[in-house]
């Protein structure tokens, strides 16, 4: 019987989930040494009580006569120790991989529609992104049902791919209080983006944001839809990113 693939399978099991694991042992190792310590006070109270049933012992004596009963606690809780500081490690270095994974990949992006635009030219490359985010807010639909009022455009976030209403304006307004804070606080999730322009939040826009390094910066593109109404599709030319609260 081969076992060879067995292992190699196990292995990157252990790999991917190295952190689950080492918080999961951390866990257990937390309460395993609550309870072994217990059970140490225990045993040495009961047999304090015994042996010096009129005397009061000394520091140095209980240390002495009973400090092999929390060797066992002490061992566990050094372990348990060291596998929430591994699998915060681990957990950190994966983060800052990701990271730079993804600030590449949105620089090969960027220079990619830089040629794209110097090959065909830049009203052909507008058109053509004008098309493309018809097409995409076409393919999501629901766009009908928003009422446009006075100075209101039909916005359509290209990262969440929500429809909303508002102005220009107000989105402008927002980008800058949102960069204002990034200079002042260091920086800003991609939620209260969202607040400012009247989307809800959601569970990843509450994980990722801009800092110092990298601050928020749109584009609109305006199209036409298929209904003779026209949309403005934000684009980020700086996409949020993991971990962007790291210097707080």
């Keep these: 019987m081969n076992i060879g693939p067995f ?6 099991f252990v790999i991917d989930n190295s952190p689950g694991i080492l918080t999961g042992f951390g866990v257990a190792g937390a309460i395993t040494s609550a309870v072994l310590t217990g059970r140490a006070a225990f045993r040495v109270g009961l047999d304090v009580s015994e042996r010096y049933d009129e005397e009061t012992p000394t520091g140095k004596e209980l240390v002495k006569n009973y400090y092999k009963e929390f060797i ?3 061992v566990v809780l050094a372990g348990t120790v060291v596998c929430i500081v ?3 490690t681990v957990s950190s270095r994966r983060t800052a991989a990701m990271t730079a994974a993804f600030k590449l990949s949105e620089e090969l992006a960027d220079g990619y529609k830089k040629k794209v635009a110097e090959t065909i030219g830049a009203q052909k490359h507008e058109k053509m992104q004008a098309e493309l985010a018809s097409d995409r807010m076409e393919k ?8 446009i009022v006075g100075s209101e455009v039909l916005f359509f976030d290209s990262l969440s791919g929500r429809f909303f209403t508002g102005e220009v304006e107000k989105v402008n307004k927002a980008v800058n209080e949102i960069n204002a804070q990034v200079n002042r606080y260091y920086c800003a999730s991609l ?3 969202y607040y400012k322009i009247g989307l809800d939040s959601t569970e990843f826009s509450d994980s990722v944001g801009w800092n110092t390094d990298e601050l928020l910066e749109v584009s609109f593109t305006a199209t036409l839809l298929s209904n003779n109404k026209p949309a403005i599709q934000i684009s980020y030319n700086k996409n949020p990113i993991r971990g962007y609260d790291r210097c707080m």
């Design 7 to 12: 292992f190699k399978t196990a292995q990157k």
């Design 86 to 88: 591994g699998a915060t």
């Design 191 to 193: 939620s209260e983006f």
């Design 140 to 147: 999501l639909g629901g766009y009908e049902n928003f009422i």
């Design 72 to 74: 066992p606690p002490a």
